[in-house]
């Protein structure tokens, strides 16, 4: 099920974000979102979820049967947010229990993404303890254990260093090679590198 934007145009007031925006972000693909700050990456990303409704344009998700529905999306966001009195492992349980697992599976799926994330050692360290890197990887492992064909990842490595960042990637690419789609907004040269797709939105010219 392919997401198709099309001709989206938002304007916050006499500000215009994006204009005429049109992409086609298909399964088993990590695309990269790049521009300088303020040039409606997040704003994309927001469209897409149904967060923010666009001034014009569509955002169609058409499955192979012809019908059309929003796919689960799951959103990591800029902000990493966690709950603050759930352990690592409760939050990131969450996302499996999102799907239906019973409780111990979730803890079990839990357990396999925060050790590939390199936060075992946390596991049991409460939301409101965690640095705000264990807080980004949280975020990402919580995304990973819904196992949503969506993935909306803003900035998912900007509090990370070299190691965090890699094993970020790793999962985020891990889920595109599993057959999600993976739309990432991203200032990090070494993510972009990684993606199958880049756009660059500060390079699309409205006519
Ligand atoms: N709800 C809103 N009301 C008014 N202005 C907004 C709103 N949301 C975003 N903006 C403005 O729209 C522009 C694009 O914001 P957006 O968050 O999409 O940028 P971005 O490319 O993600 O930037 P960054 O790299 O800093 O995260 C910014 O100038 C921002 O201030
Ligand atoms: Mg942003």
């Keep these: 099920m392919p997401v198709v934007a ?4 938002v304007a916050f007031g006499e ?38 409704k666009p001034d014009a344009g569509t955002v169609a998700f058409t499955a192979a049967d012809g019908t059309e529905h929003a796919p689960q999306m799951s ?26 697992t019973t409780w111990e599976d979730a803890l079990l799926i839990a357990e396999g993404h925060l050790e590939r994330l390199g936060l075992a050692e946390v596991r049991d360290r409460l939301g409101k303890r965690l ?18 064909p969506i993935i909306l990842a803003d900035e998912p490595t900007a509090s990370l260093d070299a190691a965090a960042r890699g094993l970020v990637i790793g999962a985020l690419c891990a889920a595109a090679d599993a057959g999600a789609i993976v739309i990432i907004a991203t200032h990090d040269d070494i993510v972009a590198e990684r993606a199958d797709r880049i756009i660059r939105m500060d390079r699309l010219v409205s006519a």
Aim: aromatic share 6%; charged share 20%.
């Design 15 to 52: 500000r215009r974000v994006l204009t005429d925006f049109t992409a086609e972000f298909v399964e088993g693909s990590m695309t990269a979102l790049r521009a300088p700050s303020g040039f409606g990456k997040s704003t994309l990303l927001a469209v897409i979820a149904g967060h923010q």
């Design 131 to 148: 640095s705000g890197g264990e807080r980004q990887r949280v975020a990402v492992a919580r995304s990973m254990a819904a196992e949503t």
């Design 75 to 100: 959103w990591i966001d800029q902000a990493s947010p966690v709950f603050p009195h759930r352990t690592a492992a409760h939050n990131v349980a969450i996302g499996a229990l999102s799907r239906g």
């Design 6 to 9: 099309r001709d989206i145009s």
